[in-house]
Structures are given as C-alpha cells and as structure tokens.
C-alpha cells in the first residue's frame, strides 16, 4: 500500500516550458487535490476532485490545469511555465463524507523555473 | 469564510521543555480541526484530529481541545524531543465541505 505518490520528485524548467505532474493513490478515495507550499504562504489550494471526471478551481489555479480521468490519477499541468511558479507541490486525497475527512499527502515536488 | 491563524515566527526550544503553538480560527458552523506535521523533506501528515466542541485530539504526546467559546485548538507537548523538530500546521474543515484552510505553519526546532 504505498498510499499517495507523486512524479517527479525534482524538475528544472526554463520560462515558456510546459509539464505535467502526476499524482497517484491507491486507497480508493474520491476526493484529490493539489496545493503549493511557499515561504511563509502555507499551503494554497491550486485545484481539486471530487470524483473521476471532475476537476473545481481552489485558491489560486491561474496558470495550471488539471485532469481526473482515471479515480487514481490526478494530473496537474502547467502550460507555460513562469518563474512565479517556482514551489514544492503536493498532491493530497481523502476519502467522500459528510464531515471533512483527514487528507493523506504526497511527498512532494520541488519544481524550479529558470 | 473559513480561516486559520496561526502565531507568528518559528519556535526554538530545548529537548525536555514545553511546546505549546496557538491556533485560532473563523468558521461557519461547527468545524473539524486538524493538527498536520510535516517532517524535513517529506509531505503533510496528519498529526491529531478534533471533530466536536471540547474534544481533545492526542498523538505522539501531543494534545489539543477543541474550544468553541475561544474559537482555538492550541498544540501542547510536555516534553518535546529532538525528533518532534518539523513544521506544523493547523487546519480546519466545515462539514459537507472536504475542502481544508490551513495555517502558515509553525517551525519548530527542538535542540539538544
């Protein structure tokens, strides 16, 4: 049970590049989300799932997309990328109830524009 | 909105003293709220939990209430350990939403 892993752990892009992050868990969960961490901004909702074939926008989703077409996969795609998009994301999932459920987090990916 | 505060500036102390980092929120409702630990180079993970008014979440040592009346849900440790150095943040959910505002985040750095 690996629970949440995320590819790559580390990339360099220079400014216009574009990529894709995956995210992938194995405990059936319904929900799915990415966030970025910053220096003293926490961690900031970029979008999220609430289900295979749903994606919603969080807190600050200019710049990337995303797409859940498989419950597992949860991919987020940055299409040119920015020096402003320099961050460590992760990817989180929790199961679907009524009352919030505990997030299960990802390790991680340390992204650099140049 | 839903909103989280936590106290500013990291936290440095000696291994065997007392930990306490403050947490107060704004929600609508009647919120769970999440303590998460994030160890040098790795993800969030979840440390405790509280889902009702006056609960006390506790794990690895730790403990936090729930309080409504003061709208807070502090972290207190009684003797922190070199280990127990990480980021760790405060977290708060609204029932029929999974959507979680964090915190900043604390650094705590525990010495020898």
């Known amino acids: 049970n690996a629970g949440v892993t995320q590819t790559p752990k580390f990339r360099v892009l220079k400014t216009g590049q574009s990529m894709t992050l995956l995210c992938a868990q194995d405990?059936?969960?319904?929900?799915m989300y990415w966030y970025r961490q910053d220096p003293g901004m926490g961690l900031r909702l970029i979008h999220y799932s609430v289900g295979e074939g749903t994606t919603a926008k969080g807190e600050v989703p200019d710049g990337y997309n995303v797409s859940r077409l498989k419950k597992q996969n949860f991919l987020l795609g940055l299409e040119s990328a920015a020096p402003s998009q320099t961050s460590v994301y992760f990817c989180a999932s929790s199961g679907a109830t009524a009352r919030p459920d505990t997030q299960y987090f990802g390790p991680g990916t340390r992204l650099t524009v140049l | 909105g839903n909103s989280v505060t936590q106290m500013e500036g990291p936290v440095t102390l000696s291994e065997e003293a007392f930990l306490t980092i403050n947490c107060t929120y704004t929600a609508t409702g009647y919120p769970s709220l999440f303590w998460y630990v994030q160890y040098p180079g790795e993800g969030l993970q979840l440390l405790l939990k509280?889902?009702?008014?006056?609960d006390k979440g506790s794990n690895k040592g730790f403990e936090a209430t729930y309080r409504k009346e003061t709208t807070s849900f502090h972290l207190e440790k009684g003797s922190v350990q070199v280990s127990d150095s990480a980021v760790y943040f405060c977290a708060l959910g609204s029932y029929g939403n999974n959507r979680l505002a964090f915190g900043k985040g604390n650094q705590v750095v525990v010495i020898p």
């Open positions: 509280a889902t009702k008014a006056d």
């Open positions: 405990m059936n969960h319904e929900y």
